[in-house]
């Protein structure tokens, strides 16, 4: 990206979640039940709570992606998302050879030393990297960066041509498709476009990519309200191996409050279409609460207060196999990482459960880090888990790989059965009702997106 001098502050709105109280009344006697009631009241039985899925730091993953002591290379980038190359991958079953696609916003490049400190740095606005093999090894890891992958370096001479960040990629056949959007002084998206990678030979042919540039299906903005589609998706098909197929996509987005109390909340939304028609973006339905309608602003808020990066996977095994997991942070930069349950891809959701507590995020001093935009990996994770990232960056811009690159964790899906000293909630400094921070970097750093 080009360096950034902004130094106001874009603050986001704080709103709680409403969580609903249900109360219970005894139930009527049942056929056959003595005449004359007992004397002694007898309460009326709790309902089973629900298991609370827990997190534990995925180090080696994380380990991946600190480039501490590498030399003219990349060195940190947030925004990551995952697809394997192979889409019956989706939801899993790579083997040593298979290759998984990764794509990332804001990036530094340059070099570092082993304490990471960094010099020669200059930013791209995107940049991509394949992995070959689950494993996270280091050698196993080709990053790419320049236009149309040159290796380039040079400030802004990004991968797809132009200043955008990226949003969510997937696998439909033989291309991987990436959802980017340019962004407006108020660094909000003022676009969303779509990105086409060709896949050649098995692996990514970043000189083939065309773009599609502001598609109306994926984006609008009104007086009031702000919408992006594209911020996750859920490849519910057979040839995604999805276990519960319907042959659709679901294509998650937000709406952004622009005005009023709830300015700069984001709602999260769904829209879908069938798998044979993608990517004709024309035939993409938008979920209106009731039913799906052809009007992208008929859109219903599925979860309120998530980041403008989230997405959707069903869960195989535990207590919720055959439920919908939604990962995202709440309020879009907090230290806040949320789950809730769904019955379907659009919900209805549970009420969200914080199930880690970055310890990175600070607020205020000289240790003003933030973290933000959580989201699951599921093609990566292994069986009974979830994979999931979230993004860390320091106000006013980094300048050492430790405050710009991603934070992994494995979520326990069953944690009846997890093994000992797996499943402990992370430790960190308590969420509370705090909301993020959300503010621009000082210096020409990155900074979180969509706001």
Same mark, same amino acid.
């Given at each position: 990206m080009?360096?950034?001098?902004?130094?106001?502050?874009?603050?986001?709105?704080? #709103?709680?979640?409403?969580?609903?109280?249900?109360?219970?009344?005894?139930?009527?006697?049942?056929?056959? =039940?003595?005449?004359? $009631?007992?004397?002694?009241?007898?309460?009326? #039985?709790?309902?089973? #709570?629900? $298991?609370v899925l827990t997190a534990t730091t995925a180090s080696d993953w994380t380990k991946l992606l600190d480039r501490a002591g590498r030399s003219d290379t990349w060195l940190g980038a947030d925004g990551i998302f995952s697809t394997?190359?192979?889409? /019956?991958?989706?939801? !899993?079953? =790579?083997?040593?050879?298979?290759?998984?696609f990764f794509i990332f916003s804001d990036t530094m490049l340059g070099s570092a030393d082993a304490s990471g400190a960094v010099s020669g740095l200059t930013y791209q606005n995107h940049t991509s990297a394949v992995l070959t093999g689950t494993v996270p090894n280091s050698p196993n890891m080709n990053f790419t960066y320049g236009y149309k992958g040159s290796g380039s370096r040079a400030?802004?001479?990004?991968?797809? !041509?132009?200043? #955008?960040?990226?949003?969510?990629?997937?696998?439909v056949g033989q291309?991987?498709?990436?959802?980017?959007?340019?962004?407006? /002084?108020?660094?909000?998206? =003022?676009?969303?476009?779509?990105v086409t990678v060709p896949v050649k030979n098995g692996s990514p042919d970043y000189a083939g990519f065309t773009k599609r540039s502001a598609e109306n299906r994926l984006y609008q903005r009104t007086a009031d309200n702000l919408y992006d589609y594209g911020i996750?998706?859920?490849?519910?098909?057979?040839?995604?191996?999805?276990?519960?197929?319907? !042959?659709?996509?679901?294509?998650?987005?937000? @709406?952004?409050?622009?005005?009023g109390s709830r300015t700069n909340t984001k709602d999260l939304l769904v829209s879908r279409i069938r798998r044979s028609d993608f990517p004709d973006l024309g035939k993409l339905t938008y979920w209106n609460?009731?039913?799906? /309608?052809?009007?992208?602003?008929? =859109?219903?808020?599925?979860?309120?207060?998530?980041?403008?990066?989230?997405?959707?996977?069903?869960?195989?095994?535990?207590?919720?196999? !055959?439920k919908y997991l939604a990962v995202y942070t709440r309020?879009? *930069? *907090? $230290?806040?990482?949320?789950?809730?349950?769904?019955?379907?891809? %659009?919900?209805?959701? /549970?009420?969200? %459960?914080?199930?880690?507590?970055?310890?990175?995020?600070?607020?205020?001093?000289?240790?003003?880090?933030?973290?933000y935009n959580a989201k699951a990996h599921p093609a990566?994770?292994? $069986?009974?888990?979830?994979? %999931? *990232?979230?993004?860390?960056? @320091?106000?006013?811009?980094?300048?050492?790989?430790?405050?710009?690159?991603?934070?992994?964790?494995?979520?326990?899906?069953d944690p009846a059965t997890a093994a000992p000293g797996k499943g402990r909630p992370g430790k960190g400094t308590p969420g509370g009702d705090r909301p993020g921070k959300g503010a621009a970097p000082h210096g020409g750093g990155p900074r979180p997106h969509g706001h």
């Open positions: 080009y360096p950034r001098t902004r130094t106001t502050a874009v603050a986001l709105a704080a #709103a709680s979640l409403g969580l609903a109280t249900a109360l219970a009344t005894p139930a009527a006697a049942a056929p056959g =039940s003595p005449a004359h $009631p007992s004397t002694h009241a007898v309460a009326p #039985a709790r309902p089973k #709570a629900a $298991p394997p190359l192979d889409e /019956s991958h989706t939801f !899993g079953g =790579s083997g040593a050879d298979d290759k998984t400030n802004g001479d990004n991968l797809f !041509g132009y200043p #955008a960040w990226m949003q969510a990629d997937l696998t291309n991987v498709y990436v959802f980017g959007f340019p962004f407006g /002084s108020d660094w909000k998206p =003022s676009q969303v476009d779509l996750g998706v859920l490849d519910n098909t057979t040839q995604a191996g999805a276990p519960s197929p319907d !042959g659709y996509l679901y294509l998650y987005g937000y @709406r952004d409050a622009l005005t609460g009731n039913g799906w /309608s052809t009007s992208l602003t008929d =859109s219903a808020s599925v979860l309120d207060d998530v980041s403008t990066e989230a997405n959707v996977t069903p869960v195989t095994s535990g207590p919720y196999k !055959g309020h879009v *930069s *907090s $230290p806040d990482m949320m789950y809730a349950i769904g019955d379907s891809p %659009v919900g209805p959701f /549970s009420a969200p %459960v914080k199930f880690y507590d970055a310890p990175e995020y600070h607020a205020g001093g000289d240790e003003d880090m933030y973290t990566l994770s292994r $069986p009974g888990e979830l994979l %999931v *990232s979230y993004n860390v960056n @320091r106000l006013g811009g980094a300048d050492n790989t430790n405050d710009y690159h991603p934070r992994f964790l494995t979520l326990d899906l």
